[in-house]
């Protein structure tokens, strides 16, 4: 993708963009022969081969006191159904994505497990982001503030003075880019960031990543415009929010906050050597 000093103009240009992950932000558009936009670096790009995203407006839920149940929020399109088990019958209503519901109780285990959201009216598990309300901090946390990232159900939890005070729905690290577990400190905070590999086996430029906090070397918490879907592993390591998720959570914390990231499936692994120096 090549970058132009003046819409309108053809060519190499002064700049190019090689093949790969590439998200920028924009501050115009203008139609000179064909659409350009305007970079906040000053250069322009033309806008065949480019394709205008729109924000998603998905938030997580901010609480005045810890709920008694666990929660969750679908990540796709789910049937209801009578009875726990993908036999049983269908109550005639549908869990459409991003939607929260609450959680009353469980049956079976792990891709089996059947969520009671209402009487005879039960999900499958496996096609929710379930949060369960821990209020005892994880173990080295010195204080009553933490952040819970929990990998197994890509959600994360806040906690102020042992309260749960906000909880959504993530993107983790996608295999073999991980989000790796262990405790650690929100280390810096930028607003906005740009973060890129000029590896060409694995080329990434993302402009103005929103309300980045960094806790694990390259790996941070951050805002994520490009995703349109959250409550899958995705990312190149970051803990990958929503927007307006990282907005809230950029405005709450403070740097030497602890980041408590877990995985209670114990799927994912902990040695260090597998972890790369990038993550987005």
């Known amino acids: 993708m090549p970058v132009y000093s003046s819409p309108g103009e053809k060519g190499v240009g002064v700049q190019q963009f090689p093949p790969g992950f590439v998200y920028v932000s924009y501050l115009d558009r203008m139609d000179v022969g064909g659409v350009y936009y305007l970079l906040p670096s000053g250069g322009w790009i033309p806008g065949k081969g480019a394709r205008v995203s729109e924000i998603p407006s998905f938030q997580g839920l901010v609480f005045q006191a810890t709920p008694r149940n666990s929660f969750g929020w679908a990540f796709e399109q789910i049937p209801v159904k009578i009875a726990p088990g993908l036999t049983a019958g269908n109550t005639g209503q549908q869990i459409y994505p991003f939607q929260t519901m609450q959680i009353y109780a469980s049956q079976g285990a792990g891709i089996d497990e059947w969520y009671m959201i209402g009487p005879d009216q039960w999900v499958e598990g496996r096609k929710v982001a379930r949060v ?105 390591g970051c803990v990958n929010l929503s927007v307006g998720d990282a907005h809230w959570l950029f405005n709450w914390a403070h740097e030497g906050d602890w980041v408590y990231v877990h995985d209670p499936s114990g799927q994912t692994p902990t040695d260090p050597a597998l972890y790369s120096a990038y993550a987005y």
């Open 132 to 236: 369960t309300p821990n209020t005892a901090p994880p173990e080295g946390v010195t204080n009553g503030r933490w952040i819970e990232v929990d990998l197994a159900e890509q959600t994360l939890a806040v906690y102020d003075n042992h309260k749960l005070v906000y909880a959504t729905v993530i993107a983790s690290g996608l295999e073999p880019f991980w989000t790796r577990p262990g405790l650690f400190q929100i280390n810096q905070k930028k607003e906005t960031e740009t973060m890129r590999n000029n590896d060409p086996s694995d080329f990434y430029y993302l402009d103005n990543v929103p309300w980045t906090m960094y806790f694990d070397g390259a790996r941070a918490l951050h805002g994520a415009y490009w995703r349109t879907r959250f409550g899958y592993p995705q990312s190149h």
